[in-house]
């Protein structure tokens, strides 16, 4: 009898630890890491009469996975290292670069942080982060679409436009639009 009083004692005692024991969805997030090489961020200025083409690599960052969702990140972006990819080329990077755009030399790099990342559903989600820029930050909000998201790797992508007068970038006010479409290409590993 005094074993069956033990065993059952000790049944509800570990049935009372296993029900209060909050249960952690997805455990701690998982870094993985950015693929520099296959990663950039495109934009398209545009001004009366046409647009320039072009994008900015991506450094370096990491993105945050848990319960196979992307949860967080941060970002390094190649400021100095613009490229142009019409045939304003060059020209056009060096103006880029200058203070009354991007300030290269004074600011060598942008950041990206991500606050909160809200799924509509398995592959679309809205992320909102921080974007520092040109010594600028501020907080912006865009829609991605998660392509994939593995044990060993994540693919997200994002169309959106950005305000560049929101960092300072007033060159060309009236000539140059304002807003500059933006394409985000993400690829991170383990």
Same mark, same amino acid.
């Given at each position: 009898?005094?074993?069956?009083?033990?065993?059952?004692?000790? &049944?509800?005692?570990?049935? *009372?630890?296993? $029900?209060?024991?909050?249960?952690?969805? #997805?455990?701690?997030?998982?870094?993985? *890491?950015?693929?520099?090489?296959?990663?950039?961020?495109?934009? *398209?200025?545009?001004?009366?009469? #046409?647009?320039?083409?072009?994008?900015?690599?991506?450094?370096?960052?990491?993105?945050?996975?848990? #319960?196979?969702?992307?949860?967080?990140?941060?970002?390094?972006?190649?400021?100095?290292?613009?490229?142009?990819?019409?045939?304003?080329?060059?020209?056009?990077?060096?103006? &880029?670069?200058?203070?009354?755009?991007?300030?290269?030399?004074?600011?060598?790099?942008?950041?990206?942080?991500?606050? *909160?990342?809200?799924? %509509?559903?398995?592959?679309? $989600? @809205?992320?909102?982060?921080?974007?520092? &820029?040109?010594?600028?930050? $501020?907080?912006?909000?865009?829609?991605?679409?998660?392509?994939?998201?593995?044990?060993?790797?994540?693919?997200?992508?994002?169309?959106? %436009? &950005?305000?560049?007068?929101?960092?300072?970038?007033?060159?060309?006010?009236?000539?140059? %639009?304002?807003?500059? @479409?933006?394409?985000?290409?993400?690829?991170?590993?383990?």
């Amino acid at each position: 009898m005094k074993k069956v009083f033990v065993a059952c004692a000790s &049944l509800v005692a570990m049935a *009372s630890v296993v $029900a209060f024991t909050p249960v952690v969805k #997805g455990g701690e997030p998982v870094n993985f *890491s950015v693929d520099a090489k296959n990663s950039k961020v495109d934009f *398209s200025g545009s001004k009366k009469g #046409g647009f320039h083409p072009g994008y900015f690599a991506v450094k370096e960052g990491n993105v945050a996975v848990s #319960g196979g969702k992307i949860v967080g990140g941060k970002f390094t972006i190649d400021v100095a290292g613009v490229k142009v990819t019409d045939g304003a080329g060059e020209k056009l990077e060096g103006h &880029l670069k200058a203070p009354d755009f991007f300030d290269a030399a004074k600011f060598t790099d942008a950041t990206f942080e991500i606050t *909160s990342v809200n799924y %509509s559903d398995a592959n679309n $989600a @809205q992320i909102t982060g921080n974007l520092t &820029l040109k010594g600028v930050k $501020a907080e912006i909000k865009f829609d991605a679409k998660i392509r994939e998201v593995s044990e060993t790797k994540v693919f997200a992508e994002a169309f959106f %436009s &950005l305000d560049r007068t929101k960092f300072g970038i007033l060159y060309g006010a009236g000539m140059v %639009s304002n807003d500059v @479409q933006i394409g985000v290409h993400l690829f991170a590993g383990k």
